[in-house]
């Protein structure tokens, strides 16, 4: 038995929901550990779509625990909307099955503010990065600046009143450079206590929580946002998100130690999607461009911005394999790619007249590349809802035998439709 951490091996949009779903099955506890509110998924579960942005997909299922760890910002008014929308839908959030790092960043009405500012300008000078506007980026920069207000502030309101200060001056600071209004220490102070009494009971101390069901045999998951392709460090810079995504995150944005942390799953789309701005060397904007958006309902979860879409690129995914350290990966949405006549799979680069087999990391570099692609012949029959090597046409087992052999790693789990019992296990990464 072992933990297991799920990551998206691309630029996020892989398909993560469903299967951390099926693993949270599995797992004892769920734990977020990077990112905020600005990614989502949607879990299908007995016929039910839930639609979560930042709680844990444990959240959903009967017994289980839900962790928010320090690596995650923490937006309390999206937070308890979230909360409410499940508690619609049947499902009751309780401080018995979610806990929140005591040491998680807040995001603050300011943070989201200068995050709209930002955009508009970049907007009107041809910079724009494409983010969600939901003050991600700020809150991070905060929190690196030793100026964040954190949860555990919401218990001690004298001492918040002098770290609204402080982050105040920076911020108003900011803000009469775009030309926007001041925000008075009042309005920060009423944001905050209006919100401490329903966030406070959920804050715990994560780190010694999670050590503690680690000794006791406890099976977790730990549950990443976004994709590898989009970590701050290793991401294609600057458009990328703000928090770094990749494996090894999952220890630091949790408080257990990178022994604890098992099995690393990369979910990887059959194909290449990408929202917002940024380099995508295989991305098409042709017809089977079109056809693979509209069979695979190419639309953010979060944001319902529309996909670009492209060929598998497998020369990114294996340098994901590399800096996450994948052990095997979970393929998803097969199926879209039934009936094409032929596929083409990205295996590397020619930059400036020479081959390469990476992404270069300069913004210039990747702009210039271009993809050099090899052909598989496609496949008429139907893949939908396969759940045995059996079910799948012969040019789609060597399709995925061509991904497993390029990128490096062996396909763990393979999804054949959105729904969760449609999935081929290969491995189980909880007894791996």
């Known amino acids: 038995m072992t933990n297991v951490v799920v990551i998206g091996s691309q630029w996020g949009d892989e398909g993560k929901g469903k299967i951390v779903d099926w693993l949270s099955e599995r797992a004892d506890i769920v734990v977020r550990f990077q990112g905020g509110h600005n990614a989502g998924h949607t879990l299908v ?25 320090n690596g995650v910002v923490v937006d309390p008014h999206a937070l308890i909307a979230e909360m409410g929308r499940l508690k619609d839908q049947g499902v009751e959030v309780t401080p018995e099955n979610l806990r929140i790092a005591e040491n998680a960043t807040l995001i603050l009405s300011l943070h989201r503010e200068l995050d709209g500012m930002r955009e508009d300008a970049a907007s009107n000078s041809g910079t724009k990065i494409g983010t969600t506007r939901r003050g991600i980026g700020p809150a991070y920069e905060d929190k690196v600046g030793r100026r ?6 919401l218990a001690d309101l004298e001492a918040l009143e002098g770290k609204v200060e402080r982050i105040l001056t920076h911020h108003n600071a900011l803000r009469r450079g775009f030309g926007a209004p001041e925000v008075e220490h009042k309005t920060i102070m009423e944001e905050l206590t209006s919100i401490a ?27 990443g946002a976004q994709g590898s392709l989009l970590d701050i460090d290793h991401g294609t810079y600057p458009f990328v998100t703000s928090s770094n995504t990749v494996a090894g995150q999952a220890a630091a944005g949790s408080g257990m130690g990178p022994g604890s942390l098992g099995y690393i799953l990369g979910i990887t789309k059959a194909y290449t999607t990408r929202v917002g701005e940024g380099p995508f060397p295989t991305e098409l904007t042709d017809e089977i461009g079109q056809f693979l958006g ?45 009936g094409l006549d032929e596929l083409k799979i ?22 210039r590349v271009e993809p050099i ?41 393979l999804s054949t439709s959105p729904e969760r019992d449609d999935t081929i ?6 007894e791996d």
């Open 45 to 69: 579960i007995d016929g039910v779509s839930y639609k979560l942005s930042l709680l844990p997909s444990g959240v959903v299922r009967p017994g289980k625990m839900a962790v928010i760890g």
């Open 346 to 367: 990205c295996v590397g680069y020619k930059l400036d007249g020479q081959e390469i087999d990476y992404l270069p990391a300069a913004q210039a570099a990747q702009a």
């Open 148 to 153: 964040a207000i954190r949860v555990m502030d």
């Open 294 to 338: 509209e069979r695979g309902h190419e639309f953010g979860t979060v944001t319902g911005r529309k996909r670009r879409c492209g060929w598998f690129d497998a020369a990114l995914v294996r340098q994901s394999v590399a800096t996450n350290g994948i052990t095997g990966i979970a393929l998803t949405k097969l199926d879209v790619l039934d």
């Open 197 to 223: 009494d329903r966030v406070l009971p959920f804050m715990d101390s994560v780190w010694r929580l999670l050590d503690k069901e680690r000794r006791k045999g406890s099976r977790i998951l730990f549950e």
């Open 373 to 413: 692609y090899i052909t598989l012949e496609g496949w008429k029959e139907s893949t939908v809802g396969a759940r045995k090597w059996a079910d799948l046409p012969a040019q789609a087992i060597k399709y995925v035998r061509q991904v497993e052999e390029l990128i490096g790693a062996p396909v763990a789990l």
């Open 425 to 430: 296990l290969v491995t189980d990464p909880f």
